[in-house]
């Protein structure tokens, strides 16, 4: 608990601090889905075959990494900041723009950018693990209303930059050694994080286990109804450069709902704004 204790310690105030409460004309279309039992045994094994369907159906096979390594998420936010573009590329051969001036947060990001932040955090009352916490935004806004949290990331610049906002942050890897494990109240996988690894039952599992008895997920899915899950190799590119290629999954919400049982977790509320959806997991 003495890791907690120092987490309340580090607070910023300014351009991220979110408001305690939403104005009314900007309040979110919410959903409170009834809670799925997910104590039947049957019922979890149901949707694990469901979910490995999906799995199967959807993964497509991996590209070496062959690109050079040179766009890092030091490089990605270096070039937000410049309001340079960054894409994701896919092994089909799509590329997504990155929505890094969100990332960032503050002045970069749009008033709706924000304001879908405080949705995703708003019932985070306790201490909070900030997952894939890039430059730190979430970490910074909870500190700011004196909420103990903590980012991780793999990269050393994102932590860099989320501890220049004066928050705590560690370098680790959600799958490695990580402070404070099994304490936490919440976890956040914002921004598509449920998609680290390329596979976000393995994912769920293991922050199950980061968590303590009772605490919830906020877990930001893909709002486009019917994607299901894609499994897929992909990178960040320039117009110059590439990173290597890595395990990447996107998902939609009833893919989520039948990891999440598959997990023993249920699903007790989506909310929904500016084109963003976030699931709110209960851990049993």
Known sequence: MAHLTLCRSSLI???NSLPD???EETS??????????????EAAHSAAAVYARMTAARHKESLSADAVSTVTMGSVIDRAMAGLPTWMAYSDGRRVLLPTGRWLGGYFATAVDRLGDLHLLRSCTGPTLDIGCGPGR???ALSARKVCALGIDTSPAAVSTTRGRGTAAALCDVFGSVPAAGLWSHALLADGNIGIGGDPLALLFRV???????ATIVVEVDAESGRGLECDAVRWETDTAAS???????IDAPALTAAAIAANMDIVGVTEYGGRMFM???CR
Request: charged letters at 10%; a neutral charge; hydrophobic letters at 50%.
């Open 21 to 23: 409460a939403v104005p």
């Open 13 to 15: 105030h300014g351009s």
């Open 280 to 282: 709110h997991l209960f």
């Open 138 to 140: 979430l970490s910074a």
């Open 208 to 214: 199950r286990t980061l968590l303590a008895d009772g």
């Open 28 to 41: 979110a279309s919410t959903v409170v889905v009834a809670r799925l039992d997910s104590s039947s045994s």
């Open 244 to 250: 290597p290629w890595f395990a990447w999954a996107q």
